[in-house]
């Protein structure tokens, strides 16, 4: 997603090779045996079962580390689906993940699909093209 300065969200974060070009970084690469990819792949093995996915080894714009990548629910708006179970699921996993409660609706909108999606880029579209606080996403969707 473009960064849209009229919005009150940090630009998009940093890339692997940005934050990998930082000297004291490179410095401790070279001092570690296992390279970043040893790592990552260590990582996937140990987490396999848990539902997670490594990612990238950089941090974010905000200093945050961004390691991890849950699998998320999908909400698509239907009838047959319980949106506070869902709302409920993905606070928590949010909330394990650290995720920030001012970055927490742009996440849930990547969840989004078919008659939910529609609703949400309408609502974002009235919302001058900036995402909705956390609060007033939960309470619209309700």
């Known amino acids: 997603m473009p960064w849209n300065p009229s919005c009150s969200l940090l630009p998009p974060a940093l890339s692997l090779q940005k934050v990998a070009a930082n000297a004291a970084q490179q410095n401790l690469m070279q001092q570690n045996p296992y390279s970043i990819l040893q790592l990552q792949e260590a990582l ?24 991890l990548r849950i699998d998320l629910p999908i909400f698509k708006g239907t009838h047959s689906e319980n949106v506070r179970a869902w709302l409920s699921i993905l606070d928590d996993q949010l909330s394990t993940s650290h995720i920030a409660v001012a970055d927490r609706t742009v996440s849930a909108s990547g969840l989004l699909r078919d008659n939910a999606q529609t609703w949400y880029l309408a609502l974002k579209r009235a919302n001058n093209d900036c995402p909705l606080s956390w609060d007033d996403f939960r309470a619209a969707l309700l």
């Open 44 to 67: 996937q093995t140990a987490l396999t079962g848990a539902n997670f996915t490594v990612q990238t080894a950089a941090t974010n714009a905000g200093g945050r580390p961004s390691t």
